[in-house]
């Protein structure tokens, strides 16, 4: 059974099976944002059913468990960059096709599965970046990961911040933080905010882009405490 506050921990040695995917959302939700996934959080079979016969294609199966265990959290997947209701799902040309999951908030990109892998169980995603379209995670379970991490990040409101991290401070980051079991992955705005990479320890959680002097970091706080903790850790210029 999962337990404790440290996202670290609960990722240790990675995602490497879906099962693990969906035992980190359910620990998530529940030691994280409080409200612990329920049966009406997820998408119904038949609307599920009917995205499916609009694309004419079965969705592979890590994207269509994801929308039924959590597809209507909000809180989960649509924050900043929102996954698309089932309802919206569409085929981009690009690549021979990709199915869209995921668009950014102002339409400057959008993650998706490449038609050719979409027989996969889990096929790997593709973020549609400044230089095209780009590799993201080579499972569609990390994406959901990252997915779930990131919309939680910036949907927390008073738990939430973010500053431009100097070298000098880095490592403080790597004395005081763990890394996260989470590949490498691209941010799309551009290759100085790339390689994206996680970071905790009980009750915090900060999101480095890029690692370049004055890099951007995002941080959450399980408590306005935790939240408190990173900024005096880190003690950069914080936004909020």
């Known amino acids: 059974m999962l337990d404790g506050s440290d996202v670290s921990v ?56 994801g929308f039924e265990l959590f597809g209507r959290r909000d809180d989960l997947t649509r924050q900043q960059d929102p996954l698309v209701r089932p309802s919206g ?16 908030n102002q339409d400057c990109a959008c993650w998706g599965i490449p038609l050719e892998e979409i027989e ?16 993201f995670f080579d499972r569609m379970s990390l994406a959901w990961v990252e997915l779930v991490l990131s919309e939680s990040l910036f949907g927390a409101d008073s738990l939430y911040d973010a500053c431009e991290l100097s070298d ?9 933080y763990a890394r996260v079991d989470l590949p490498d992955h691209p ?3 551009s290759k100085d905010d790339s390689p994206v990479r996680w970071y905790a320890a009980p009750g915090r959680l900060v999101r480095r882009d890029g690692i370049e002097d004055q890099s951007w970091i995002h941080a959450r706080g399980r408590t306005p405490a935790d939240l ?13």
């Open 10 to 65: 609960v990722l240790r040695g990675g995602a490497q099976t879906r099962s693990r995917t969906w035992d980190f959302v359910r620990w998530f939700t529940d030691a994280w944002m409080g409200c612990p996934l329920r049966v009406e959080d997820g998408c119904a079979e038949a609307e599920l059913a009917a995205a499916e016969s609009d694309l004419g294609f079965e969705l592979p199966a890590a994207l269509r468990k």
């Open 187 to 189: 941010m799309w705005a």
């Open 89 to 104: 799902l569409y085929v981009d040309e690009a690549l021979s096709g990709v199915l869209v999951f995921r668009r950014e």
């Open 120 to 135: 996969q169980d889990d096929p790997p995603v593709v973020v549609e970046s400044r230089e095209g379209w780009i590799p």
């Open 168 to 176: 000098t401070l880095v490592p403080n980051l790597q004395a005081r």
């Open 228 to 240: 408190e903790t990173i900024r005096a850790e880190l003690p950069g210029p914080w936004v909020c």
